[in-house]
């Protein structure tokens, strides 16, 4: 919604993303006058505890970079600032502290993505409304002008709570199915591959999770009866023309992954050179006379998007250790949520999303970008409370089954 605000220019603009970050601090304010160690006791999870040392890491590429680029400390501290996005993750798992706020809050998100949806297609039709440097448009593919749609991050993730939602209702058609309609259009409207293949696959496999096979059947079968209209009348299909350019790129190392491509091998050799620490490119800043330590590292890092690639060049052997970490433990937890019941329900649905993101993660920076980890401390957040509900529930049992009905421990 900065984006409405005259004098945002800028894609990702500093103001933007300094605002962003008051925020979170305000919320941190707010919460540390509030919190009682009753409230702060979901505080004790593994989650804090990456956050705190993913910070401290941060810090440390602060000195790498002041060693590698002859770059003053304050100035690593003042560009590194953005990394304090991860301290939404107590403010979201503060603020969400019950899965019925979880789901009120999600369904409010949903509500946002159709927001924006609406301006931005206000915006494409003509009458411009953003303030951004792309905000007519993002070059042409598919035969038409890529749209602008801000939050493309907000969009993925409900897209993928709609429809998860519209599995649980096991209904032909539902406001949640609507919803996921609207939501996925804007994202293969927007034309962003990485996004739509990410989503795609996690949609299929929360399809053969459920083991509605029918309706994945029925969906296939759509498409292709869509695609062959589409082919006869000899107009483009967004969504295949898509995959066939995601493939042709790849396949021929042209487009956007000819760049990529380089971008992996400088990204390896920085890796290489600097294995055990880190090589500091994380924080290194703009400077009057361009950019500081330019080199291998900056050559082409600004022209593409390589979000695990980026994190190990950035991180070399501690970013391994740190994602290793982070994916093993969130798969954990959500398998603490269960297989029934309303934390479930929540559980495998954060499951699903922290799953499109590392597919995402080929291509977008979910990791270090603010964009993403706003996004990323929302998912921890919300499979933490899903598996606190959980051990409460089996913590407590004794106290909520009257005495005259504990026939025996096995009694439901």
Request: proline share 2%.
């Amino acid at each position: 919604m900065f984006n409405l605000i005259p004098g945002n220019t800028r894609a990702g603009g500093t103001r933007t993303l300094d605002a962003g970050l008051v925020i979170i601090l305000l919320g941190l304010v707010y919460y540390a006058l509030k919190l009682r160690r009753s409230t702060a006791q979901p505080l004790a999870n593994f989650f804090s505890w990456y956050v705190f040392f993913y910070l401290l890491l941060v810090v440390v590429q602060v000195a790498v970079a002041s060693l590698n680029y002859s770059q003053s400390i304050l100035d690593g501290f003042i560009a590194a600032r953005h990394q304090l996005y991860y301290l939404s993750f107590p403010v979201f798992l503060l603020g969400l502290n019950d899965l019925q706020k979880v789901e009120t809050f999600m369904k409010a998100f949903t509500g946002l993505a159709i927001v924006l949806i609406v301006i931005s297609l206000v915006n494409y039709s003509g009458f411009t409304m953003f303030y951004h440097q792309r905000a007519e448009g993002h070059g042409v593919r598919s035969g038409i002008v890529r749209a602008f749609i801000p939050a493309m991050s907000i969009m993925v993730m409900a897209a993928l709570w709609e429809f998860w939602a519209y599995l649980r209702d096991n209904r032909r058609f539902s406001i949640h199915l609507a919803s996921f309609m609207i939501v996925y259009g804007a994202i293969i409207f927007r034309q962003t591959r990485g996004r739509i293949i990410a989503v795609t696959l996690t949609l299929v496999l929360m399809l053969i999770a459920k083991r509605r096979f029918k309706l994945l059947a029925g969906g296939a079968v759509l498409l292709v009866l869509g695609l062959g209209i589409q082919m006869l009348v000899g107009s483009e299909s967004i969504l295949l023309n898509t995959f066939e350019s995601a493939y042709s790129d790849v396949a021929q190392g042209e487009g956007t992954w000819s760049t990529r491509m380089k971008q992996i091998q400088s990204s390896w050799n920085v890796f290489m050179d600097n294995f055990m620490t880190g090589s500091g490119g994380l924080v290194i800043r703009q400077q009057e006379g361009g950019w500081a330590g330019w080199g291998d590292l900056l050559t082409v890092a600004f022209n593409a998007d390589l979000g695990y690639w980026t994190w190990l060049k950035f991180f070399g052997y501690p970013g391994i250790v740190f994602l290793l970490a982070l994916v093993l433990v969130f798969y954990r937890y959500a398998l603490l949520c269960g297989s029934h019941g309303e934390r479930a329900y929540i559980g495998q649905f954060a499951a699903y999303h922290f799953t499109c993101i590392l597919i995402s993660m080929v291509t977008i920076n979910y990791l270090t970008h603010p964009a993403g980890i706003v996004l990323l401390c929302l998912t921890m957040a919300i499979v933490v409370r899903a598996a606190k509900a959980e051990e409460t529930s089996l913590a407590e049992p004794e106290a909520e089954i009257p005495a005259e009905r504990k026939i025996s421990p096995w009694n439901p």
